[in-house]
């Protein structure tokens, strides 16, 4: 399952098919069929679920689908209701103007708005439907719409999920091949079910004739009599309600009427069961039937939901023979529905459609007057309700014009059974319900009060002599250093994690490794930092403070000292001067005489003028440079051959020299000089230029004819040659005032900010595109802290193992200290291994381990030793898997902080967030300053006084630059008879009007300025009489007239000019907007996969013709094929350089490579490449990367990645495929990017990650990024789509809140301790500013606190006890942690585990596979969609579906979900007090309110509700379909039943689901992909059997098998005997999997 709306929600909307969401709520386990305002409170639900998360959707319903409902009519009646209901009482857009999906509207729809993913169900309520349905599928899939399926879709609080099927080629060409068959098909559908539609006669009970034309005839009359009766309008219910009763009575008349002879009557029976040829109903009892009917409408009118939620549930269904009739009832509803919205004249309120009938209340009161009033129960209807009902009754006589029906009273007549008790017995959702007193068990614990007292003190409690208290067995406190049954040190996450080597061993071969390692990371370092920025630091020494700083400011005056010092800075300068200029004067002569023979090489001479300090030097230089350019340019255009392609580099070079001069040495420019610029700006046709620079520059030149100069014109103005031609060369605007901060480069000003913050020990979150500059804050940070003293410590959290490898690496390489013996700069700790975690200054790490560190109670003075914490890539915050764990970091650090990142579309949000945070810190701080602990801790020695750090600031700054270093430019390749067309995309053409007027141009849609100016020009194509064209005319426009040298922020001007001129047309001629876009887009062609694949090495060598190499090709193929793909570059390679040696009669070169062997010697390459030794398919690494090609993805060993990021830094390796590992901050920088696939994982925020990859600050002057075999409204999508906002992840599970009072309870500052609990539970991003979500948030506290009392985990003080360490070890696998420890209880692992061998203990294959199975279905569950059964297996032997668990431990868990069930079914009857029941009243979308007085004068409705069954829990709507407090007590209904004010999901339960299904009661298997590889041994099964791409295969075995691992060192810890065969077992299997994994066996 895939997360739907985690992008694409602003910029595009997605289509829900209106008939599935009919089926799918109509099918709801959880609905009464006849309930119809339950119905409509489902799929309100349903949608609101979608609009709350921001979701942009429209409905849709095909017309030609109401055709396949007509032996359906009470579908087919709410169908029209559901409609009408969604038109006149909701926001929600529907469209009901198309017939079918095979029709030209329905395709121009698709074209224009291109939906992202159609929601759709696979199966109809009739075979017809289902091949309907699934037509629907194969077209939208064929035009590249992805399909979600709406039976499978599951949502939590903030993301909702569903199962995805993308669209591939293989859908197109099926649809192409079939498109004939498909239509006639879909069109034979359509007749059958239209021609039956058209019927005008059916027959009811078989020989009653029903005349549907004189149906509709009298519907439409009777509604212009109704229109008469009530000119002022009508509650909907009332209008349908008496047409119908009176025309259907009115028909049912006289059907009677003409089947008076029987026996004459041709009897048809095609369509009817034997049932119909009962006995009809009277006139009389049909009657009866319909006062009934318009009784229950007036209450339905009258009473409120709350109160009609108290009706009795009767076990009685209607009788068989009165079908017929309630279908003609129906069919009458129907058509009175249609008449009524052709009637615009008429002001009838629609506000009841959704609750326009109620069959339980029809039937009650049937039951009523049938049974009870018979037996003489004579009860008062009351005068209200009386009234009401004798009106609409006699309504019903006054439009049937017939007196035969009878009066208002009595109500029934007749004596014939509508009722048939019903024999199914009704569900019975669990045992021992109601045995449970209402009432929570009493805590004490302060943090309980502190965070939810507010709660607390509204609900019931338990006595504290209630047997359900006393009862709870009294266990010891847990210790988390001694088991409470073991005499064995339990170690915690820390301990466990894998110490690789670390600088306190005193073991030699250890501290060898430690060498190692350390050498290693300095290699690797130099590619990351090259190898002259090294610093020493040295203890207590500062860093330079700012140039305006206020240290600075109080020097007033120089010292004798400082004179001196700048005296001799002064004569060494001049001493520099003259050296540099004798050095020009030498080299001079000879760069001169090499220009003359050889301009191209002469001018690479120049290249010294990088390091040049002497700007006389340089300018000198500069003007031989730019008169040799002049020279090649003239003798370029000589040239007869070179009229039609002159080199336009040389004019490019000319142009960038004139602007270096004019900028950069002005004050050197003498009139000479400014004659010369001149002559050469005339010359190449940039007369306006020349006379702006030197006016006199016409009459100097005027002996020179106009044919003689026109020659070396470029012939185009200045401004467009710069825009279209230099870019990417244009000068910026940066600062020349070095900061003594910084050595290796003059800062911008937003980055002095950084260094500000740091300096004032401030906290910041800083947003800034890739290759910024914003990572140098962080090293800045890290040299602060190193200089400060040995003890403090800063802590740097990466999101990815490969990310910390690289931050380690440049720490190491820029860093160096002497330290006391033990102590060292860096260190690593990540849940594969960890050295020197808490004896270094720098800690690297993740966020899962940083938290195990700020929870554990015996590391918490470590965690006071940090003085820093810095967050890469925090928009990890809003991540699917592991966000909470930010979250946790961010509010529990005291510290400081830096959050960086590129891609937060809200940071003003986040900041805000973390402002109240530091203010909680605050004011902890402040009332723990008189504290007897924090006294102790102020009580130091002088010496120690001296050492102390300076405060941190509790201030929180935003940091916020949008500007991109280098430009970006997109292009799109398509494959067109074997040749590839490389199509320029510009970022226009992935907008669209609507886009613009709902959202405007999105922030971060940049053009480059060659881009600019191809807008200007299709903006004159498309409307030439535009009034503002000679105003942005290039040459014309006010930033560029007349100026030699045109900026970076002059183009940038001329941008959002464009850009508000296209608002504005958008606004004055929508069309004009449409037809821009439409010319800017692209031409593509569309080809099969397979050729793609075949031409893809053809599409590198196109690349490197087109000097786009070094480039990454990210890619969501299969990890495997990786490889794969590279070798296939190179043979297309080498078949390339064997023709061309062939051609020249060479010998054939054995070393094909895209690398250049001279930048990197044979010597460090062969060093590199030696870590490759003992890695799986190291060899076929190792042969691909000495011929310049790599791959990188997730499950490839540290070592391989590490290989191939050095390579790739040091231009060795040119083509790299890449999964989005590399999405995360890896520094490898590259010309271009290439995403080769779509992929539903593609997103917004993957793509500006991976984008940013290409043109990397320094390195390239622009990144490209080409589109292969991508979907151009795909490609739109992502160009205009924000990134999706930072919003939090639900905060808390079970297993957290059980850590957190572990540390509450075990840490020495207790007070500390409970700040950092307290920290957690009050400041989740999700609740910040959302008050109904912070109080949702205490109900779960509490339940997960009255939950781990109950089940003995925690004791009433809170503290825990059991096997509370062996849960908290497993928190990453909740609930499967909390069943574990129910199975060890219940010891059927040890009735499991019988070796075969007594002596040694061996276990037999058959209990080695079971206890798989167990575990997988702990461990391992990932579900399968139902229609998984329906392929075929490619592997014969593979296991795709998982095993169920056995009997004996299926028993256990069923009897763990019963308790589960109980307690959260009780918490909820519990809590049920505040929910807020006025909006329970309300349907969720619409929000009308069915609440109001309750009816108390009528002793029938007291009859009828009397309120006997407990409904306190469940939503009123769910009562109408007689659910009730009990149902609480069945996870399958909670979330369907519970109140929804009371917004406690199902999901953050404990309840291990052994049976899943779907809402249609399908069931979704498990994948059974780790028994498969157990069995096989094969990650090749799992990638064709089991659905998996083999990176995600990889990682999910590895997990398990470190799972498996960690339940073993859990159970040797927790167990005596080392002989145990439980633990014997565990040891034999982790030692499996370890041997599996170990011996690389990846087919």
Same mark, same amino acid.
């Given at each position: 399952m895939v997360s739907l709306l985690k992008d694409f929600v602003e910029s595009e909307f997605f289509l829900i098919d209106g008939d599935s969401l009919l089926i799918a709520c109509f099918l709801n386990v959880n609905f009464k069929k006849g309930q119809t305002l339950h119905f409509f409170y489902i799929v309100e639900q349903f949608l609101h679920d979608f609009i709350q998360k921001e979701a942009k959707f429209v409905l849709v319903f095909f017309k030609d689908a109401e055709n396949l409902y007509y032996n359906y009519p009470e579908i087919l009646a709410l169908r029209t209701i559901l409609i009408y209901h969604l038109e006149y009482n909701t926001d929600v857009t529907i469209h009901t103007e198309f017939s079918n999906c095979l029709t030209p509207e329905w395709e121009i729809f698709l074209k224009e708005c291109y939906p992202y993913f159609l929601i759709v169900s696979d199966t109809g309520i009739s075979t017809h439907q289902t091949d309907f349905l699934n037509i629907l599928i194969m077209h939208a899939l064929q035009k590249k719409i992805n399909i979600v399926q709406i039976l499978g879709i599951e949502s939590d609080v903030l993301r909702i999920y569903g199962y995805c099927a993308s669209s591939l080629y293989m859908h197109k060409q099926f649809f192409e091949k079939h498109e004939i068959q498909l239509q006639h098909a879909l069109h034979a559908y359509i007749i059958e079910h239209y021609q039956r539609s058209q019927e005008r006669e059916i027959f009811l009970y078989g020989h009653l004739k029903l005349n549907l034309g004189e149906m509709q005839k009298e519907i439409h009359q009777t509604l212009s009599l109704l229109l008469n009766l009530w000119p002022e309008g009508a509650d909907v219910r009332s209008v349908v309600c008496s047409i119908s009763c009176a025309v259907t009575l009115k028909h049912y008349k006289k059907i009677l009427h003409d089947a008076q002879d029987y026996e004459n009557l041709n009897i048809c029976t095609e369509n009817h069961n034997t049932q119909d040829l009962k006995k009809p109903l009277t006139l009389k009892e049909a009657a009866d039937l319909c006062r009934m009917h318009c009784l229950s409408v007036i209450f339905l009118q009258r009473l409120p939901l709350l109160q009609r939620a108290k009706s009795r549930i009767i076990t009685y269904t209607w009788d068989r023979t009165l079908v017929p009739f309630l279908k003609m009832l129906k069919r009458c509803q129907f058509?009175?529905?249609?008449?009524?919205?052709?009637?615009?004249?008429?002001?009838?309120?629609?506000?009841?459609?959704?609750?326009?009938?109620?069959?339980?209340?029809?039937?009650?009161?049937?039951?009523?007057?049938?049974?009870?009033?018979?037996?003489?129960?004579?009860?008062?209807?009351?005068?209200?309700?009386?009234?009401?009902?004798?009106?609409?009754?006699?309504?019903?006589?006054?439009?049937?014009?017939?007196?035969?029906?009878?009066?208002?009273?009595?109500?029934?007549?007749?004596?014939?059974?509508?009722?048939?008790?019903?024999?199914?017995?009704?569900?019975?959702?669990?045992?021992?319900?109601?045995?449970?007193?209402?009432?929570?068990?009493?805590?004490?614990?302060?943090?309980?009060?502190?965070?939810?007292?507010?709660?607390?003190?509204?609900?019931?409690?338990?006595?504290?002599?209630?047997?359900?208290?006393?009862?709870?067995?009294?266990?010891?406190?847990?210790?988390?250093?001694?088991?409470?049954?073991?005499?064995?040190?339990?170690?915690?996450?820390?301990?466990?994690?894998?110490?690789?080597?670390?600088?306190?061993?005193?073991?030699?071969?250890?501290?060898?490794?430690?060498?190692?390692?350390?050498?290693?990371?300095?290699?690797?370092?130099?590619?990351?930092?090259?190898? *002259?920025?090294?610093?020493?630091?040295?203890?207590?020494?500062?860093?330079?403070?700012?140039?305006?700083?206020?240290?600075?400011?109080?020097?007033?005056?120089?010292?004798?000292?400082?004179?001196?010092?700048?005296?001799?800075?002064?004569?060494?300068?001049?001493?520099?001067?003259?050296?540099?200029?004798?050095?020009?004067?030498?080299?001079?002569?000879?760069?001169?005489?090499?220009?003359?023979?050889?301009?191209?090489?002469?001018?690479?001479?120049?290249?010294?003028?990088?390091?040049?300090?002497?700007?006389?030097?340089?300018?000198?230089?500069?003007?031989?440079?730019?008169?040799?350019?002049?020279?090649?340019?003239?003798?370029?255009?000589?040239?007869?051959?070179?009229?039609?392609?002159?080199?336009?580099?040389?004019?490019?070079?000319?142009?960038?020299?004139?602007?270096?001069?004019?900028?950069?040495?002005?004050?050197?420019?003498?009139?000479?000089?400014?004659?010369?610029?001149?002559?050469?700006?005339?010359?190449?046709?940039?007369?306006?230029?020349?006379?702006?620079?030197?006016?006199?520059?016409?009459?100097?030149?005027?002996?020179?004819?106009?044919?003689?100069?026109?020659?070396?014109?470029?012939?185009?103005?200045?401004?467009?040659?710069?825009?279209?031609?230099?870019?990417?060369?244009?000068?910026?605007?940066?600062?020349?005032?070095?900061?003594?901060?910084?050595?290796?480069?003059?800062?911008?000003?937003?980055?002095?900010?950084?260094?500000?913050?740091?300096? *004032?020990?401030?906290?910041?979150?800083?947003?800034a595109p890739t290759s910024s500059g914003k990572t140098y804050a962080s090293y800045y940070c890290m040299e602060k802290i190193l200089r400060e003293s040995d003890e403090g410590v800063i802590v740097y959290v990466a999101p990815t193992k490969a990310l910390v490898n690289q931050v380690v690496g440049t720490i190491c390489s820029l860093f160096t200290k002497a330290l006391p013996k033990g102590l060292v700069v860096c260190g690593v700790f990540t849940r594969d291994y960890r050295h020197d975690t808490l004896n270094c200054q720098i800690l690297v790490t993740v966020p899962q381990c940083l938290e195990i560190l700020l929870l554990s109670p015996r590391n918490q003075k470590w965690v006071k030793r940090m003085r820093y914490v810095i967050f890469d890539e925090v928009h990890c915050l809003g991540g699917e898997i592991g966000a909470e764990v930010w979250e946790h970091l961010l509010v529990m650090i005291r510290c400081p902080f830096l959050a960086l990142s590129a891609t937060i579309s809200n940071p003003e949000h986040l900041t805000e967030w973390l402002v109240l945070i530091k203010r909680y810190w605050q004011d902890v701080e402040s009332k723990m300053e008189n504290s007897s602990s924090l006294q102790n801790v102020l009580k130091v020695s002088k010496k120690q006084q001296r050492k102390r750090i300076e405060k941190p600031s509790y201030r929180v700054r935003l940091v916020w630059y949008t500007e991109r270093y280098n430009d970006l430019e997109k292009y799109v390749c398509s494959l067109k008879d074997n040749e590839f067309i490389i199509e320029h995309y510009h970022p226009c053409a992935a907008l669209t009007v609507n886009h613009i007027k709902k959202y405007g141009i999105p922030l971060d849609l940049g053009f480059s300025p060659r881009e600019s100016i191809l807008l200007y020009d299709a903006m004159v194509h498309v409307w030439p009489e535009w009034t503002r064209i000679k105003e942005l005319e290039p040459e014309e426009f006010s930033c560029f007239k007349n100026k030699i040298v045109i900026t970076r922020a002059d183009a940038k001007k001329y941008e959002e000019e464009l850009k508000k001129e296209i608002i504005h047309w958008s606004h004055l001629d929508p069309s004009k907007v449409n037809q821009l876009f439409m010319y800017l887009k692209p031409q593509t062609f569309d080809s099969a996969e397979i050729e793609k694949r075949r031409m893809f090495p053809h599409f590198v060598e196109k690349l490197k013709e087109m000097n786009r190499l070094p480039a990454i090709f990210f890619s969501y193929f299969n990890s495997d094929s990786g490889a794969r793909i590279q070798r296939i570059i190179l043979l297309a390679a080498e078949i390339k350089e064997i023709k061309k040696n062939l051609k020249k009669h060479y010998e054939i070169s054995p070393d094909c490579t895209y690398t250049d062997r001279t930048v990197v010697d044979y010597q460090t390459l062969a060093k590199i490449l030696r870590r490759l030794r003992g890695t799986r398919q190291g060899y076929k690494l190792h042969g691909l990367l000495r011929r310049g090609i790599g791959y990188h993805h997730g499950s490839m060993e540290i070592r391989q990645r590490q290989v191939v990021e050095m390579l790739f830094r040091l231009k060795h390796l040119k083509v790299i495929t890449a999964t989005s590992t590399l999405a995360l901050g890896i520094n490898m920088p590259c010309k271009s990017v290439v995403f080769m696939e779509d992929s539903v994982f593609l997103d917004a925020l993957n793509f500006r990650q991976m984008s940013g990859r290409a043109g990397r600050r320094g390195e390239d002057l622009i990144g490209n990024v080409f589109f292969y075999d991508i979907p151009l409204p795909k490609i739109e999508r992502l160009l205009k789509s924000n990134v999706p906002k930072l919003k939090g992840q639900f905060p808390l599970s079970i297993s957290l809140v059980l850590r957190l009072m572990l540390l509450v309870a075990k840490a020495d500052d207790k007070e500390d301790a409970k700040a950092k609990a307290l920290s957690v539970l009050q400041y989740s991003l999700m609740s910040f500013k959302q008050p109904k979500i912070n109080c949702m948030l205490k109900f779960y506290f509490i339940y997960s606190l009255q939950f781990l009392v109950r089940e003995e985990y925690l004791n009433l003080e809170c503290i825990p006890i059991g096997y509370s360490g062996l849960v908290s070890h497993l928190h990453y696998h909740e609930p499967a942690n909390f069943v574990l420890v129910s199975l060890l209880k219940k010891r059927l692992f040890h009735k499991l585990c019988v070796p075969t061998k007594i002596k040694g203990k061996h276990f037999s294959e058959e209990v080695m596979e079971t206890l798989v199975v167990v575990l997988a279905n702990l461990f391992g569950r990932h579900y399968l969609p139902p229609c998984v059964k329906n392929f075929k297996k490619e592997f014969s032997h593979s296991v795709v579906v998982l095993d169920d668990l056995p009997k004996e431990f299926a028993a256990v868990v069923k009897e763990h979900n019963t308790r589960i069930q109980e307690n959260f079914g009780s918490f909820l009857l519990t809590i049920s007090k505040l929910a807020d029941m006025r909006k329970e009243s309300q349907l969720p979308l619409s929000e009308i309110d069915f609440s109001g007085k309750e009816c108390e004068d009528s002793e029938l409705v007291s009859h009828l509700m009397p309120g006997t069954e407990s409904r306190t829990a469940v939503s009123p709507f769910a009562c109408l379909s007689n659910i009730t407090d009990q149902d609480l007590f069945d996870v399958d209904v909670i979330n369907d039943a519970k109140l929804r004010t009371i917004d406690v999901n199902v999901q953050n339960i404990p309840f291990l689901c052994l049976n899943k299904y779907d809402t249609n009661g399908r069931k979704c298997p498990l994948n059974g992909y780790v028994l498969n590889f157990y069995k096989n041994r094969s990650l090749s099964a799992l990638t064709l059997d089991n659905w998996l791409n083999m990176g995600d295969a990889f990682t999910l075995i590895r997990d398990f098998a470190l799972t498996v691992q960690s339940i073993r060192i859990s159970l040797s810890e927790l167990c005596d005997d080392e002989d145990d065969n439980v633990l014997l077992a565990f040891k034999q299997l982790s030692k499996a999997f370890h041997s599996i994994l170990g011996k690389k066996a990846i087919d």
């Open positions: 058509f009175i529905l249609k008449h009524l919205k052709a009637r615009n004249n008429w002001n009838v309120n629609f506000t009841g459609l959704p609750d326009l009938t109620d069959n339980s209340l029809w039937k009650n009161i049937a039951y009523y007057y049938e049974i009870e009033h018979n037996r003489g129960l004579n009860l008062e209807l009351g005068n209200t309700l009386k009234q009401g009902y004798e009106e609409l009754w006699n309504t019903v006589l006054t439009l049937s014009e017939d007196d035969d029906f009878g009066g208002s009273m009595p109500v029934r007549t007749t004596s014939r059974p509508f009722l048939t008790q019903k024999k199914t017995s009704p569900r019975v959702p669990g045992s021992n319900q109601g045995s449970h007193k209402l009432g929570l068990i009493p805590l004490k614990a302060e943090i309980i009060e502190d965070y939810a007292g507010d709660i607390l003190s509204e609900l019931p409690f338990l006595s504290s002599d209630d047997p359900a208290v006393t009862s709870l067995s009294k266990k010891e406190e847990f210790d988390e250093l001694t088991h409470w049954h073991s005499s064995r040190p339990l170690s915690d996450d820390f301990e466990r994690t894998k110490c690789n080597s670390d600088a306190k061993s005193k073991d030699v071969k250890e501290r060898r490794n430690v060498q190692k390692l350390h050498h290693f990371y300095h290699v690797f370092g130099k590619s990351l930092v090259g190898s *002259n920025k090294s610093i020493r630091i040295t203890r207590g020494s500062a860093l330079p403070p700012p140039e305006n700083s206020s240290v600075q400011k109080k020097k007033k005056h120089q010292t004798n000292a400082e004179k001196f010092i700048e005296e001799n800075q002064k004569r060494q300068l001049a001493k520099l001067e003259k050296k540099e200029e004798e050095r020009w004067k030498n080299l001079s002569v000879y760069i001169e005489k090499e220009m003359k023979e050889n301009p191209n090489s002469g001018i690479k001479k120049l290249d010294f003028l990088q390091t040049c300090p002497v700007k006389s030097v340089e300018f000198a230089a500069e003007m031989v440079g730019l008169d040799a350019c002049f020279k090649l340019w003239m003798e370029c255009c000589s040239k007869p051959e070179q009229k039609k392609s002159r080199d336009m580099n040389i004019i490019i070079n000319l142009m960038k020299w004139i602007h270096i001069i004019h900028e950069k040495h002005s004050e050197l420019l003498k009139n000479t000089d400014r004659r010369k610029l001149a002559k050469y700006l005339k010359y190449v046709g940039f007369d306006n230029l020349a006379h702006a620079l030197y006016p006199q520059v016409g009459a100097i030149e005027n002996i020179i004819a106009e044919k003689d100069i026109s020659k070396y014109s470029v012939c185009m103005g200045a401004a467009r040659f710069q825009l279209t031609y230099m870019g990417h060369y244009l000068l910026r605007e940066e600062r020349s005032d070095p900061d003594p901060r910084v050595h290796h480069f003059i800062p911008d000003t937003w980055q002095r900010e950084l260094l500000d913050v740091v300096d *004032n020990n401030e906290s910041a979150v800083i947003v």
